[in-house]
Each structure stands twice: as structure tokens, then as C-alpha cells.
């Protein structure tokens, strides 16, 4: 692994900027030994949760057959980031992404009655919450307060007067073609992702792709392609090599 470390590293485009974890993006969480102070630890800078509104309460899992009551959104998550957030140690982390595994009409009042008391806090750290998964419809986000942010889609259309409710765009990379991250990406492929990320950036939004491949070149590829969050479930593996980038 070493080795291969330092041939990317060789080889690949310079990268402009500093600080690259905060591009890190722990996906699916909480399936981890430590949720939430795994990725934290290792100065990631957004973490991803997957949330079910259960007879009043916000559980955490993938899948509804692992949802338990102990496994809360208060306990995992939110308790923990009003804790950094108060003590000035934010560091990277700046971003929440809360996956809506329920309807949005019963997901969305149990998400602001729980986040709302730090709603000022929120702000004064430019702290951002993202909704993602089942979300309102695009026109309702005027409804919302400004400490609550959406996940957008390429196939949706956002009006200017809604731009600061839709700061970061997700789309599943296979939609843009097969790619294994074992070799280069072919040149067809880069177009097409290269085509999508500079038209979210021209929009004033941020990239996550998700359902990425799992390997340094593939980690590479989407920094040189200009995607804003690289995805992760091998947390330790994109510290590290987000790290070894930096000190070059």
C-alpha cells in the first residue's frame, strides 16, 4: 500500500489549497466502532448519518431491521457536535449530512425541534446541516430556517432565490459511467465527471459523488477532478492518504 502511496503521489497534479481532510466525508457513519468521534478524530471534515422518525424519535441505521432505541440521533450525533462546537475544537469538521430514511413530513419536525436550540451556535461556527434522502419538495424550501441547508440533484432545478438553501449537490457516480478504481479512469469517463462538477461549481454548489470506488487512485482522480467531498468507509485509509497529499 506503501508503494503505491507514493507512486500516485509522484504522479499526480498538483493540488492547490491546504488542509485537504476537510474534503473527507465519513459515509454510513455509524456503522463504525465509534460513531461520529472515529471520523472526527481523524479531522474529517463532514460526516454522514442515516436518520428514521420512529414513534417521535430519530433513529439511527442503514437498514430497519437494525434500528434501536439506544441508537438515537441525540446520543450519537447531535450531543457530540454541540460539544465541539461549544469548545472551539471544531477543527475540520463543518458539515453534517442527515440522510431522511422516512418521509420528509415526519422526519423534518423531529430534526428541527431537535436542532433548533443550537441554531445560534450553528451559525457562529458556519456550521452546515445538510438534509438529504427524502426531502421536501424544492419550492418548500423557503420554508425552512437558514441554519438548515438541502442536498441537491443534478435533475433538479433551483431557483436563485433559494441558491443559499442548496450549497452542496450528491449524485451516485455510476450514472456517469463503470469504473473499478483499480487503473486510470478512461478519458471519456473524466470528461463526463470533469463536465458535471465545473457545471455544479458554476452554480455556486459543492460535489459529493457517492457510490465511488475505494482505492488511492480513485481518491486521487476525484481531487484532481475537482469533487468536493471524497466519500469514505475506510476512514483510516483517506486520512492518511489525504494527509501524505498535504505534506507534500
Known sequence: MLKQLI????????????NLLSKAHAHNDYEHDRPFYEAFSLGFGSIEVDVYAV????????DVKDLKASRNFQNLYLEPLVRVLESGKAGNFHQ???????????????????????KDLLLKNNFRIVISGNR?????YVKFPAWITFDGRSNEEVPSFL???????????YKFGIWSGTTPMAPALRTKVKTYVDKVHAAG??????????????YQTFLDLGVDYIGTDQLGALAEYLKAVDRR
Open 55 to 62: 414513534n417521535g424519535q430519530l433513529l439511527v441505521a442503514h
Open 7 to 18: 507512486l500516485i503521489l509522484l504522479v499526480s497534479s498538483p493540488l492547490v489549497g491546504q
Open 205 to 218: 454548489r459543492v460535489v459529493r459523488l457517492w457510490a465511488t470506488p475505494e482505492s488511492l487512485i480513485a
Open 96 to 118: 453534517l449530512l442527515i440522510d431522511s430514511k422516512t418521509a420528509a413530513d415526519s422526519t423534518m419536525p423531529l430534526l428541527l425541534k431537535a436542532i433548533e436550540p443550537y
Open 163 to 173: 441558491a443559499s438553501h442548496v450549497i452542496l449537490e450528491s449524485e451516485a457516480f
Open 136 to 140: 421536501p419538495v424544492v419550492s418548500d
